[in-house]
């Protein structure tokens, strides 16, 4: 579907299956301790969209300032080095970190761009897209409706003539397990052609202090963003839990380097519907989220198993975030 100049295409794999949420959530839910962590696009729905916005504007949370601050430096270098004529951006969501890429690759002066961008949101593509077209004449843009799991390996088979930039921001691979990490990666190498390079948002390792704040933020807007799963899984489900009754927690896991958010249900709680059954006891903890944290050398290994080259590691001044840049091996 075109809407003036930006054109938005629904990918044919993608699209709500209400039945197979039902069964993953099943599956997290009959887990040692109950586990939603491998699954964070439940967290998305308009409300849920909307929280993570206000999240990245709370003073405690760095993530965006800090990788704002690297592409704002260093966009025109890396569009320079890898020559893109094409950024592909993988969770699209507002477009508002792309502006920086955008302006070099016009800096560049070698044609119009052109912006791809992939999100499970087609109200958020459109408008991000319509915003987009109006600040640069010329741009072409082509967005597509899908999710990581089942789209991202369509989206890089479609036929190009130009040098792309996949670009994945804001930390999200992080919010992957080690497992569906590999997996995510494994697609994004196979859909690599000669030409094309990869620009991966890390949040780095940091101190316990800082990395907690940033999701116990004290206007509880991350509290809030964490409820919104089971307002999510009640709408899409059927189920009747009471949001209210789960409290949030965040910790960090020195060991594994990882963020992990919880919900803690403050009282007795049961799903019983055709489709899922589960039982909460007070004080049972459902595990929501998982945000690993990189160093130099673990960027370099994730990338390594995945058969990708680490070009270099951009980060901020205070070393607080970086993009990695690579390319298949």
């Given at each position: 579907?075109?809407?003036?100049?930006?054109?938005?295409?629904?990918?044919?794999?993608?699209?709500?299956?209400?039945?197979?949420?039902?069964?993953?959530?099943?599956?997290?839910?009959?887990?040692?301790?109950?586990?939603?962590?491998?699954?964070?696009?439940?967290?998305?729905?308009?409300?849920?969209?909307?929280?993570f916005?206000?999240?990245?504007?709370?003073?405690?949370?760095?993530?965006?300032?800090?990788?704002?601050?690297?592409?704002?430096?260093?966009?025109?270098?890396?569009?320079?080095?890898?020559?893109?004529?094409e950024?592909?951006?993988?969770?699209?969501g507002?477009?508002?970190?792309?502006r920086?890429?955008?302006?070099?690759?016009?800096n560049?002066?070698?044609?119009?761009?052109?912006?791809?961008?992939?999100?499970?949101?087609g109200?958020?593509?459109?408008?991000?897209?319509?915003?987009?077209?109006?600040?640069?004449?010329?741009?072409?843009?082509?967005?597509?409706?899908?999710?990581?799991?089942?789209?991202l390996?369509?989206?890089?088979?479609?036929?190009?003539?130009?040098?792309?930039?996949?670009?994945?921001?804001?930390?999200?691979?992080?919010?992957?397990?080690?497992?569906?990490?590999?997996?995510?990666?494994?697609?994004?190498?196979?859909?690599?052609?000669?030409?094309?390079?990869?620009l991966?948002?890390?949040d780095?390792?940091?101190?316990?202090?800082?990395?907690?704040?940033?999701?116990?933020?004290?206007?509880?807007?991350?509290?809030?963003?964490?409820?919104?799963?089971?307002r999510?899984?009640?709408?899409?489900?059927?189920?009747?839990?009471d949001?209210?009754?789960?409290?949030?927690?965040a910790?960090?896991?020195?060991?594994?380097?990882?963020?992990?958010?919880?919900?803690?249900?403050?009282?007795?709680?049961?799903i019983?519907?055709?489709?899922?059954?589960?039982?909460?006891?007070?004080?049972?903890?459902?595990r929501?989220?998982?945000?690993?944290?990189?160093?130099?050398?673990?960027?370099?290994?994730?990338?390594?198993?995945?058969?990708?080259q680490?070009?270099?590691?951009?980060?901020?001044?205070?070393?607080?975030?970086?993009?990695?840049?690579g390319?298949?091996?």
């Amino acid at each position: 579907m075109r809407e003036g100049n930006v054109e938005v295409i629904s990918l044919d794999e993608a699209g709500e299956d209400a039945g197979q949420m039902a069964r993953d959530v099943g599956a997290c839910l009959a887990a040692t301790p109950k586990d939603l962590s491998p699954w964070p696009k439940y967290f998305y729905d308009a409300e849920g969209s909307r929280l993570f916005e206000e999240i990245t504007a709370q003073p405690e949370y760095y993530q965006t300032g800090a990788e704002l601050s690297i592409l704002r430096s260093l966009s025109d270098g890396i569009v320079a080095r890898t020559r893109c004529r094409e950024l592909v951006e993988l969770g699209s969501g507002s477009a508002s970190k792309t502006r920086a890429l955008i302006d070099a690759m016009f800096n560049a002066n070698d044609g119009p761009p052109r912006y791809v961008p992939l999100d499970v949101s087609g109200s958020a593509l459109r408008e991000s897209g319509g915003r987009l077209i109006s600040e640069y004449p010329g741009l072409e843009i082509q967005g597509f409706i899908g999710d990581f799991d089942l789209s991202l390996g369509r989206l890089l088979g479609r036929p190009t003539d130009r040098n792309r930039l996949v670009a994945f921001l804001g930390g999200t691979i992080g919010n992957f397990t080690p497992e569906k990490r590999q997996e995510f990666l494994d697609t994004l190498r196979g859909g690599l052609r000669d030409g094309d390079r990869v620009l991966i948002g890390l949040d780095l390792v940091k101190d316990k202090r800082t990395l907690e704040a940033a999701y116990n933020d004290a206007a509880g807007v991350t509290a809030r963003f964490n409820r919104n799963m089971i307002r999510v899984i009640n709408h899409r489900l059927g189920t009747d839990l009471d949001p209210d009754l789960f409290s949030h927690r965040a910790i960090y896991d020195a060991d594994r380097q990882r963020i992990e958010m919880w919900l803690h249900s403050e009282a007795e709680q049961t799903i019983h519907t055709p489709d899922l059954e589960a039982h909460f006891e007070r004080g049972e903890g459902i595990r929501t989220e998982i945000s690993t944290k990189f160093t130099p050398d673990s960027a370099a290994r994730t990338f390594e198993e995945a058969s990708l080259q680490l070009l270099d590691l951009y980060t901020d001044d205070r070393d607080l975030f970086a993009l990695a840049l690579g390319k298949a091996v």
